[in-house]
């Protein structure tokens, strides 16, 4: 007789969760992928005063199309967010709740941080077009923003959870394995130092700069946490959920260099200013996905009676 599968809260079981899972992970991608160039327009705007030119042009992306990304986004993050914290809340889950409440408060904290920086740019594409004539100098500003009091808050819950996936456990790598990690902790603050000061014209330390720089460690502290998890879990079938959260730490880390990068290089002024709905933001929507697929195999082993000995 065959084993049942084991049912979320809402009765389905995870096989169909994790189906789901890739399905819209698939969508999302073919999304960003076939509709995210900018067809509307040509805009004729004003940039500010202190811009050399005093008319451009401006093609940017439909508004259809940057709804659909929040869309995409907020369905993940929804879906991971319920899944990390019914581990949390469920007494028999193995590997520790204080992982799974660290990336679901971290996860629905990016979730209202990414709201409301939706609504602020919906506001300045706006503001930009209907400009005109009369100037684009009253935009408003979708960096930095309220949303950041949740981004950072973002950080500090996954930075948590991450953490709390990795303390106390004997992950017995060996030397070279932990040369890896190193490698990568470097390669990973390089490309970020360059992102974050290199990749700008002049570097002054306002409110922005410092939150890039929150972010950056945060996103480091990410990429280290989850080359750790993908080298000590690599094999084994019980380990899955260990893998995905290592790989969901990855893809988080190269969609937030890509946000940093494309919001330092942007500039009106150029007629390059920044727009959401980057292709790259679809690890973004990964990372929340493998978030929630992980939660989703641990909670189904954590409910098999042969596995319920406590993992190390």
């Known amino acids: 007789m065959s084993r049942a599968k084991s049912p979320s809260p809402t009765g389905i079981p995870t096989q169909s969760i994790i189906w789901a899972a890739i399905g819209w992970a698939t969508l999302a991608l073919i999304f960003y992928l076939f509709l995210s160039a900018p067809t509307d327009g040509p805009h004729i705007i004003k940039p500010p005063e202190e811009c050399n030119k005093t008319v451009i042009e401006l093609t940017v992306r439909p508004n259809w199309y940057r709804f659909g990304t929040y869309v995409f986004q907020t369905v993940a993050i929804a879906f991971s967010a319920i899944l990390c914290l019914r581990n949390w809340r469920s007494p028999k889950i193995i590997s520790g709740r204080n992982v799974w409440l660290g990336l679901g408060l971290g996860i629905l904290s990016w979730g209202i941080g990414n709201l409301i920086f939706g609504y602020l740019d919906f506001q300045y594409q706006s503001g930009l077009i209907a400009g005109g004539a009369k100037g684009a100098t009253n935009l408003v500003k979708t960096f930095p923003s309220i949303a950041d009091i949740f981004f950072t808050a973002t950080y500090v819950f996954l930075s948590w959870g991450m953490a709390m996936s990795v303390i106390g456990r004997r992950l017995n790598l060996y030397p070279k394995q932990w040369g890896i990690v190193g490698a990568v902790g470097i390669a990973g603050i390089g490309l970020t130092a360059y992102v974050t000061f290199g990749a700008v014209d002049s570097f002054t330390l306002d409110t922005g700069k410092i939150l890039n720089i929150v972010y950056a460690l945060g996103d480091i502290w990410l990429l280290i946490v989850a080359t750790i998890l993908l080298l000590a879990f690599w094999g084994g079938k019980a380990a899955q959920s260990w893998r995905l959260l290592g790989s969901a730490?990855?893809?988080?880390?190269?969609?937030?260099?890509?946000?940093?990068?494309?919001?330092?290089?942007?500039?009106?002024?150029?007629?390059?200013?920044?727009?959401?709905?980057?292709?790259?933001?679809?690890?973004?929507?990964?990372?929340?996905?493998?978030?929630?697929?992980?939660?989703?195999?641990?909670?189904?082993?954590?409910?098999?009676?042969?596995?319920?000995?406590?993992r190390s």
């Open 249 to 310: 730490g990855i893809s988080m880390f190269f969609s937030d260099l890509w946000f940093n990068y494309s919001s330092n290089i942007s500039d009106i002024c150029k007629a390059k200013p920044y727009q959401s709905g980057e292709p790259a933001e679809f690890f973004w929507i990964l990372a929340f996905i493998l978030w929630g697929m992980a939660a989703a195999l641990e909670f189904d082993l954590s409910l098999r009676p042969t596995t319920r000995s406590r």
